[in-house]
């Protein structure tokens, strides 16, 4: 994934808080609130032709992703 500095820290820091909740939840668990969370916030900001597209571009990159190597997430 490329991303900016920027955009490296935010990922950090959100990491870094939802490591303490990874104590005493199921990672899957966490991370399938994210992504609603995540799904929301997009809901709430673009109109339904951007969420739509935002949508295809998520599928569409899912298969670049790659796992978090240096945190233990279960």
């Given at each position: 994934m490329n991303?900016?500095?920027?955009e490296e820290r935010l990922i950090d820091e959100i990491?870094?808080?939802i490591t303490h909740v990874l104590d005493t939840e199921d990672a899957a668990?966490?991370?399938?609130a994210?992504?609603?969370l995540g799904l929301r916030i997009y809901k709430t900001?673009?109109?339904?032709a951007e969420y739509a597209d935002?949508?295809?571009?998520i599928l569409?990159?899912?298969?670049t992703l790659t796992p978090f190597t240096e945190r233990k997430l279960h």
């Open positions: 991303l900016n500095r920027a990491v870094d808080k668990s966490i991370a399938g994210l992504t609603v900001v673009l109109n339904d935002i949508q295809k571009h569409k990159r899912s298969d």
